[in-house]
Each structure stands twice: as structure tokens, then as C-alpha cells.
């Protein structure tokens, strides 16, 4: 068969975008109060908003994910070490790092790539003050197990859930779970407010620190009980919020047919390993990952995605490398030492997946993919 190269690339992503009179007409009232940001109507109402759709007794809104992770494990006055999986963006682990505390890095279990709980304890120390596990490309961490270990340990569990906004785990809002959870909202995400993010939180003395923290450290009034930094969502930002919100089944619903299309046509190629489903998941279909096995695919993972470079098609290894490995932490941390997430991070493609992604393109990709098996 002859395939012809795409004209215009096919990127891993492309950011969701309202129609462009919704979002003018839900700004225009910022032109008449002036308010632009510190907790302004738009700020209030898109907490509120999240606060329903996500199934979450507090939101705090932020400038983004990052600040989210950094400013939670500040809330939380944490000292010592963090166990924390490789297999994420780097973001998770500087977050650990630049408060001051030790990464020791969990390996993954190899299905679902989200932290194994059975190889929590063996990494618990004296000095461990918290989990910080990933819900990795939308699958779920085994939250049950996690939280077992530690209310047994009395340790904190930050989730960092930047990949599962608006998800489910048996019926219960994904941000409900542990101590705080953090979102991101940055534009390569399923939900964004250009960049933001979000702190969910049961517990209102957390929630309360991070608004503090957010704003240079103002409790109530005039009164600065702690210091603080400056992470507020401005208004701008949360009217993107607003509009988007308001489409975010649809956008789903059409990430749901794509990944639909990808697993009917790549569970018949040998090699590929699919991501698993999750049973009690709502899932938001972030990402569509899959493994290379060179051995049974004819290829590794770098060949391939050079291969669909030429026919102007961009896939993104993600996660690779695993942060162990990245250059900040060489001869601190040896990826190897957890083989299961190194691995992964070896032979890890996500495949071009946004809501309005045609399917003959994702037949394009499938076709390729299984006409290099084949070679
Ligand atoms: C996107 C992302 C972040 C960072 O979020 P930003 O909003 O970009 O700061 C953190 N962790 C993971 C797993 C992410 O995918």
C-alpha cells in the first residue's frame, strides 16, 4: 500500500477553544466592573461551577497544576521524604524537590502505570511524611490501598491529578480522595483555562492555607499569619474556564469515539501494547498511550515515531525520560531502580488525541502503525 504523507502535521494535541463570540460576550462584563483578577466574579463563579461538576466540598483556584502541587505540600508543613512514582511529568517531582523535600521514588504497576501500592511500605523510613502518588493518563491509582498504608503509617496523601479532571471512581468525585488533589488546567489539557489549576480538598483547614498561600499569605482581612506567594487564577482565565465548561461532556463524549477507534484497530496489531481499562472509572479519555514490545513489533518505540515523523505525524513520548533520569538528578537516582516504570518510559507513545481530531486521521495513524508491523 502507498500512503502519502499528511500536508498539515497531526500534532499530539490541539487546544480546546469556545467559539469565539461566546468567550468576548463572557468578558465583556469585566469591561464594565474593571475587576481583572484577585477573587473576582468570574474567579467565584467558575469555583463554584467546579466545585458541582467536580463532586468537591472545596476548590481553590490557581495560576496552574504546578502551583497547585507546590503550594499543597507548603499547606501541609511537610518535612522529609515524599514517595513518589518517576512515571509523570517532571513537574510532580520539582514540586517535591523545591519544598525542600526528598523524592523517593515507587515503581509502577505495569498495566495501568500508576504508583504499585504493594511496593509502598518497603520504601517507608522515619523520615517519610507523605505519598504523592499519580493518576497517570486518566487511570486511577489504587486509592483504597494507598490510603490503607497511610492511615497505618499516619502519612499524608497529596494526589497529583492533573490528568483526571471531571473523572469518577466508583461514583465519588476523583478529587475527594486523600488529603488534597491537584489539577491542571494548562491548554494541552482535556479541561483549560489557557493556564490554571486547582487544589480540591475535603478538609477545610487545607483549603483555607492554600488561599492564603495563593495570595502572598493574607488570611482574613489585613492580617499575614504566614508568608505566601502569588498563584491567584485571573479572570481572563476562569471566563475560558466558564465557557469551557459548559462543553466539556461533548469534548469528552468525542475523545471517548476517537480512543473507541484507536482500540478497535490496534488491538489486532501484534506488539502493541493498549493502556488498560479501569473497571468503577469515569474516565475523561486524556491520553491514548501505547507500548512498542520491539520483539513482537519488528520496531522499537524510537524507530516508530520516526517513521510516522516522515508521514507528518507527531506522537510524543510521554513519559520519557522518567525523572530519575533527567540530567538534575544524575547521580542522585538511578531510573533503574525502578525497572517497571523505566521500561514503560522506554517504550511509551501517546497517539494525537483532541476532541475534534477526524477519525480518517486516526485511520491514517492505525494504518501506518500496522503497515510498519508488517515491514
Ligand atoms: C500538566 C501536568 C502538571 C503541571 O500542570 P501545569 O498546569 O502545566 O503547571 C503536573 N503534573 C502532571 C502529571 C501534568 O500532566
Not at 515524599?82 to 519544598?99: G, K, L
Not at 487545607?206 to 499569605?217: D, H, M, P, T, Y
Not at 511509551?348 to 477526524?358: D, G, K, N, Q
Amino acid at each position: 500500500m502507498e500512503f502519502k504523507k499528511k500536508e498539515t502535521p497531526i500534532l499530539v494535541t490541539k487546544s480546546a477553544l469556545p467559539d469565539f463570540a461566546a468567550y468576548t460576550e463572557e468578558i465583556r462584563s469585566i469591561w464594565d466592573n474593571h475587576w481583572l483578577t484577585n477573587m473576582g466574579p468570574k474567579h467565584e463563579q467558575l469555583r463554584a461551577e467546579l466545585k458541582e461538576y467536580m463532586q468537591v466540598p472545596y476548590v481553590e483556584l490557581l495560576t496552574n497544576g504546578h502551583m497547585a502541587l507546590e503550594l499543597v505540600l507548603e499547606a501541609l508543613d511537610l518535612k522529609g521524604e515524599v514517595i513518589t512514582t518517576p512515571f509523570t511529568y517532571i513537574s510532580t517531582t520539582h514540586s517535591i524537590v523545591r519544598n525542600g523535600l526528598t523524592p523517593v521514588f515507587c515503581d509502577i504497576r505495569p498495566d495501568d502505570y500508576t504508583m504499585d501500592p504493594e511496593k509502598i511500605e518497603a520504601l517507608i523510613t522515619d523520615k517519610t511524611c507523605a505519598i504523592m502518588p499519580v493518576h497517570v493518563y486518566g487511570n486511577v491509582c489504587d486509592v483504597e490501598r494507598i490510603q490503607e498504608i497511610a492511615d497505618k503509617h499516619h502519612l499524608k496523601v497529596i494526589y497529583d491529578a492533573a490528568h483526571t479532571f471531571g473523572e469518577t471512581y466508583k461514583g465519588k468525585g476523583i478529587g475527594t480522595f486523600g488529603d488534597a488533589n491537584c489539577f491542571s488546567f494548562h491548554a494541552t489539557k482535556v479541561f483549560n483555562t489557557v493556564e490554571g489549576g486547582a487544589v480540591t480538598t475535603a478538609d477545610p483547614a487545607i483549603a483555607q492555607r492554600v488561599s492564603e498561600l495563593k495570595n502572598f499569605g493574607y488570611s482574613t482581612g489585613d492580617e499575614i499569619p504566614h508568608t505566601g506567594s502569588n498563584a491567584k487564577m485571573n479572570e481572563f482565565c476562569a471566563a475560558m474556564g466558564l465557557c469551557l465548561l459548559r462543553e466539556i461532556e461533548t469534548l469528552i463524549e468525542k475523545r471517548k469515539k476517537i480512543c473507541a477507534r484507536y482500540d478497535e484497530r490496534l488491538a489486532k496489531v501484534r506488539g502493541i501494547k493498549l493502556n488498560a481499562v479501569q473497571k468503577d472509572v469515569s474516565s475523561n479519555y486524556a491520553y491514548y498511550p501505547v507500548e512498542i514490545i520491539e520483539e513482537d513489533y519488528g520496531m522499537d518505540r524510537d524507530a516508530l515515531v520516526v517513521k510516522l515523523n516522515e508521514y507528518n505525524i507527531f506522537p510524543r513520548k510521554y513519559f520519557y525520560p522518567i525523572t530519575s533520569a533527567f540530567e538534575v538528578f544524575k547521580g542522585i537516582y538511578d531510573p533503574k531502580d525502578t525497572p517497571i516504570a523505566y521500561r514503560a518510559g522506554n517504550r511509551v507513545i501517546t497517539l494525537p488525541l483532541h476532541a475534534e481530531l477526524p477519525l480518517e486521521d486516526v485511520d491514517f495513524i492505525c494504518d501506518l502503525i500496522e503497515h510498519f508491523a508488517a515491514h
